[in-house]
Structures are given as structure tokens and as C-alpha cells.
């Protein structure tokens, strides 16, 4: 599978330098931008990977960028690109979102070492994503009264007490918990609770 890497320095060089140096790494597509504004107007809906992002830059700061795709994108892990002694940068880099940042002039072991943890995190971050959005998905096919039977069953209480609190019968209890456990694609309770918390249905005690 391959991993897609962003550039995103004003300084040629140094862009073009470390765009050299990331090709050589198996499995990477590595694309280069001289501006923030250059790579937000150029990455699309479907554009996920590592940005290497230079904090000093003319027009949208590395900051500036950061905290865009903080804000309206999930598939970016970000590397600020400071220069030596940035302390503050690179703690508002962090505070903004940032998964690490590097000094210039950049030891490349480093950068390919912050590189692949950046992906590794990412990867991470991804697929947990989606099992949120699955867990999410299946909670909502259920209806209001199956939702209802879920949460008194999260709550500990037994058939006869959710039948008594929603005033039915026991009967249509088991019915509604039938059902909901076929919606949900799940065997047992613990599995159907585990799916609850991944949606973030109820919060872990």
C-alpha cells in the first residue's frame, strides 16, 4: 500500500532535499508545495498522509495550515519544521495539533524516524476512526425502543425491570433485545456493551 507524504516548504532546497531523501524510502509518494496556501488549495477529499510543514512560510504561516487541518481534516499527521532553538514554535505547533516537531537543519535518521512514527500513529488514529464510525452506524439502526432496551441492559438491569420501566411486557422485551442484537451483529451482551462505549453511546465508568 502506498503512503503519501506532503512537503510544504518555501525555501526550494530545503523542500527539494527533503523530498529527495523521502523517495528513497520504499512505499512513499512524496509531493512537494513552496506555500501553506499551494498544498491546501492542491490536497483533495481523499488525500490522507504525513505533512512535513515549514512554520516560517509567506501568506498561511505553518501554524496557520496546522490549525486548518486540525480543524476541518482527520487524515493529516503533521511535522512541524522549526528552526534551531524554537522552543515556543514548537510547543504551539503540539498545543495546535501537531504529532512531532523538527529542528532544521534536520538530522535525516531523525526525519525518517519521526516519518514512519507519524504514519504508525496515524494508521492507529485511522483505524480507530473507522471502528467509531461503524460502531456508530450500527447503534443508530436501531429504534428507539431497541436503543432503550440497550441502555437498560448497560445499566445492569434485567428484562423484567426494563418491561416494568418502560411498560411493557417481558415478552416484548426479549423481542426488542432480539432484534437489537441482530442489528447490531453481536453474540452477547459484553460485545453489544463494548459497541456502546465505541460509539460513544455511554462513557466507560
Given at each position: 500500500?502506498?503512503?503519501?507524504?506532503?512537503?510544504?516548504?518555501?525555501?526550494?532546497?530545503?523542500?527539494?532535499?527533503?523530498?529527495?531523501?523521502?523517495?528513497?524510502?520504499?512505499?512513499?509518494?512524496?509531493?512537494?508545495?513552496?506555500?501553506?496556501?499551494?498544498?491546501?488549495?492542491?490536497?483533495?477529499?481523499?488525500?490522507?498522509?504525513?505533512?512535513?510543514?515549514?512554520?516560517?512560510?509567506?501568506?498561511?504561516?505553518?501554524?496557520?495550515?496546522?490549525?486548518?487541518?486540525?480543524?476541518?481534516?482527520?487524515?493529516?499527521?503533521?511535522?512541524?519544521?522549526?528552526?534551531?532553538?524554537?522552543?515556543?514554535?514548537?510547543?504551539?505547533?503540539?498545543?495546535?495539533?501537531?504529532?512531532?516537531?523538527?529542528?532544521?537543519?534536520?538530522?535525516?535518521?531523525?526525519?525518517?524516524?519521526?516519518?514512519?512514527?507519524?504514519?504508525?500513529?496515524?494508521?492507529q488514529d485511522s483505524a480507530r476512526s473507522a471502528q467509531v464510525e461503524s460502531a456508530r452506524a450500527r447503534i443508530a439502526s436501531l429504534s428507539p425502543?431497541?436503543?432503550?432496551?440497550?441502555?437498560?441492559?448497560?445499566?445492569?438491569?434485567?428484562?423484567?425491570?426494563?418491561?416494568?420501566?418502560?411498560?411493557?411486557?417481558?415478552?416484548?422485551?426479549?423481542?426488542?433485545?432480539?432484534?437489537?442484537?441482530?442489528?447490531?451483529?453481536?453474540?452477547?451482551?459484553?460485545?453489544?456493551?463494548?459497541?456502546?462505549?465505541?460509539?460513544?453511546l455511554v462513557e466507560p465508568a
Amino acid at each position: 500500500m502506498m503512503r503519501s507524504v506532503y512537503v510544504v516548504d518555501d525555501d526550494d532546497p530545503v523542500r527539494l532535499s527533503l523530498q529527495t531523501l523521502l523517495q528513497h524510502m520504499p512505499g512513499l509518494i512524496v509531493r512537494g508545495f513552496p506555500s501553506g496556501d499551494a498544498f491546501l488549495a492542491a490536497i483533495a477529499p481523499v488525500d490522507r498522509g504525513v505533512v512535513l510543514l515549514d512554520f516560517h512560510m509567506p501568506g498561511a504561516t505553518g501554524l496557520d495550515v496546522l490549525r486548518t487541518l486540525h480543524a476541518t481534516h482527520d487524515r493529516f499527521a503533521t511535522v512541524m519544521l522549526t528552526g534551531r532553538g524554537d522552543v515556543a514554535i514548537a510547543v504551539q505547533a503540539m498545543k495546535a495539533g501537531a504529532f512531532d516537531f523538527l529542528e532544521k537543519p534536520y538530522d535525516p535518521d531523525r526525519l525518517i524516524d519521526v516519518v514512519e512514527a507519524a504514519f504508525s500513529r496515524f494508521e492507529q488514529d485511522s483505524a480507530r476512526s473507522a471502528q467509531v464510525e461503524s460502531a456508530r452506524a450500527r447503534i443508530a439502526s436501531l429504534s428507539p425502543r431497541e436503543r432503550e432496551v440497550l441502555l437498560g441492559l448497560i445499566d445492569g438491569r434485567a428484562n423484567k425491570v426494563i418491561a416494568h420501566d418502560l411498560d411493557l411486557s417481558p415478552r416484548t422485551v426479549e423481542i426488542y433485545r432480539a432484534n437489537m442484537m441482530e442489528k447490531l451483529a453481536v453474540g452477547s451482551l459484553s460485545e453489544a456493551l463494548r459497541l456502546a462505549f465505541a460509539a460513544g453511546l455511554v462513557e466507560p465508568a
